[in-house]
């Protein structure tokens, strides 16, 4: 019964989006990427392996489905999400921008970027690694990530961060325009440009270095 449930949901699945799935060790497979944009899709089957990047902008979606693994980036922005499922596995890129998520869940590993701007998110997990840029501009966190290096760009402005680790160093840009911080951690190194537009910052650290223009 419960196999034949299944084999409807795909056959419903497919016939949505024209997307074929296959069947393989108790997961549904797409062999490249898959873009939802536009569809008529509120659902996505469970134990789902999309092998390129996965679409779902501006979807009527509610929730993930258990075990999806997506190999390239996952675009979720501007979904009715809530929350990230635990057993998430993503690739490439997670954009969740403009949704109301308000917290990620522990062990979270996004290969490249993350955007988590515009949501509800007030703190970062201290496990979370990102191996790219991290956007979190207007959300509610007070603390940026644990780590002393960002391999990309660090988006933070109008957020309520009041400071960052001594030591830190940004391979893109850092931006913290209106955000209450007050001066800068020691031995800060930003590859790229350094906007503190709009903060309380009134003077540079001797040992900071930026590659790129400091916008004040």
Known sequence: MEKELLQNQTREFEEKTGYKLTAENGRLICEGSMDL????????????????????????????????????????????????????????????????????????????????????????????????????????????????????GLYLSGTNVTELPDNLIVEGSLYLVGTPIFKLPENLTVIGDLDISGTHINEMPKSLKVGGTIYA
Do not use: F, H, W
Not at 83 to 99: A, K, N, Q, R
Not at 118 to 143: H, Y
């Open 37 to 152: 944009y536009g569809k008529n899709v509120e659902k996505l089957p469970d134990y789902l392996t999309v092998k390129g990047r996965l679409n779902l902008y501006k979807l009527k979606i509610r929730e993930l489905p258990r075990g999806l693994k997506v190999k390239g980036s996952l675009i979720a922005c501007r979904t009715q999400i809530t929350e990230l499922p635990e057993d998430l596995e993503v690739g490439g890129d997670l954009d969740i921008s403009y949704t109301q998520i308000s917290q990620l869940p522990e062990n979270l590993t996004v290969k490249d970027s993350l955007d988590i701007s515009c949501t509800n998110i007030t703190e970062l997990p201290g496990d979370l690694k990102v191996g790219g840029s991290l956007n979190a501009c207007r959300t509610q966190i007070k603390k940026s990530l644990d780590s002393q290096r960002v391999k990309g």
